[in-house]
């Protein structure tokens, strides 16, 4: 039988080129400017949250993860109660997760470049705009004398326990201990969970998830932003990479068994066609879908500025126990 996709592959591939083995990003429609967006279906009525980095940290809704989406306020407009970090209006990268019946929000306070950082909480019972409560900081800081950066919180749940997962180059990822309600930590001590000895050890933004024994841990590596006035080496910009563990609390190794304590670290989503600089990810529990990766990226058809950065989402596939988008 005649195979075109075939022979096009092969000549392309004699050529140097390379044929993309990763999805496109799903549909987006409406406000799709995302910047290390969190995703969470509201479980009343299915109503899609979306919440971006910067200012208030902004609320866009939508009846389909493919929009349109409509932006409906901030979650904290008047800023954030932490005074430590430097500033207190600019908040970043939200995660926000369900615990009991209130919806949590965890959020981090600093400048570009410092170590002086801290991560707060805000609290709703709906997610709707003007329902939030600001709880301030949750015992989870930085400053010059701490190995790790205190930002980009993610928060899991192993059983009837919450552990959070935080960091930015320096030591990169740590994780520590939470209390029951998942509002403060437990007062054990941080324990790094991925590093890269290499470079500048540019790795951030973790998210862990469950999947059939395993908890895969995520985070975005390389350079993040400004790629309209200094775009990186090929290679260098943002990525989303992955290792997984038995436990949730370390041992995180990846494809080849290499220890991600040490380097390790397998790709999961990296720039291809026009995607280009994908990061700042997280994966949700579709209600339809399953298990939804989402990102946001610079589509180079429409511009590498920041301002110009898309939500994407991919539906999770699955190949020898690894998530494939």
């Known amino acids: 039988m005649f195979k075109p996709l075939v022979i096009v592959s092969s000549l392309l591939a004699v050529f140097g080129q390379s044929v993309s083995a990763y999805s496109n990003p799903g549909a987006c429609t409406g406000a799709c400017w995302a910047h290390d967006p969190s995703v969470i279906q509201r479980s009343s009525d299915g109503l899609y949250f979306k919440f971006n980095t910067g200012s208030g940290m902004e609320i866009v809704t939508s009846s389909s993860l493919s929009g349109p989406w409509t932006i409906k306020g901030s979650v904290l407009p008047g800023g954030t109660s932490i005074t430590t970090a430097g500033q207190k209006t600019d908040m970043w990268a939200p995660d926000v997760h369900k615990v009991g019946d209130i919806y949590h929000l965890y959020y981090s306070v600093s400048t570009f470049g410092s170590q002086n950082s801290a991560i707060g909480l805000a609290t709703s019972s709906t997610m709707d705009a003007g329902s939030w409560t600001d709880k301030g900081a949750i015992g989870v800081t ?70 059939a024994g395993y908890y895969y841990l995520t985070w975005s590596q390389g350079i993040c932003c400004g790629y309209d006035t200094s775009k990186p080496a090929a290679g260098a910009e943002y990525k989303i990479m992955m290792c997984r563990s038995s436990s949730a609390t370390g041992g995180f190794v990846d494809k080849n068994g290499a220890d ?54 991919n539906k999770l596939t699955w190949s020898n126990g690894w998530p494939v988008v």
């Open 142 to 211: 930085s400053s010059s004398s701490k190995p790790y950066n205190a930002i980009d919180a993610n928060l899991i749940q192993v059983g009837t326990s919450y552990l959070l997962s935080f960091g930015s180059f320096w030591g990169d990822i740590y994780q520590v201990a939470m209390n029951s309600a998942a509002t403060k930590t437990a007062g054990t001590a941080a324990y790094q969970i991925e590093y890269n000895p290499s470079g500048s050890h540019a790795c951030e933004g973790s998210f862990i998830f469950y999947n």
């Open 260 to 313: 991600c304590k040490n380097g390790g670290g397998s790709v999961l989503l990296e720039s291809h066609g026009t995607v280009y600089g994908p990061g700042g990810q997280g994966v949700f529990t579709d209600s339809s879908l399953g298990l939804v990766l989402y990102y946001h990226y610079a589509n180079t058809n429409v511009g590498l500025g920041d301002g110009a950065y898309l939500f994407g989402w």
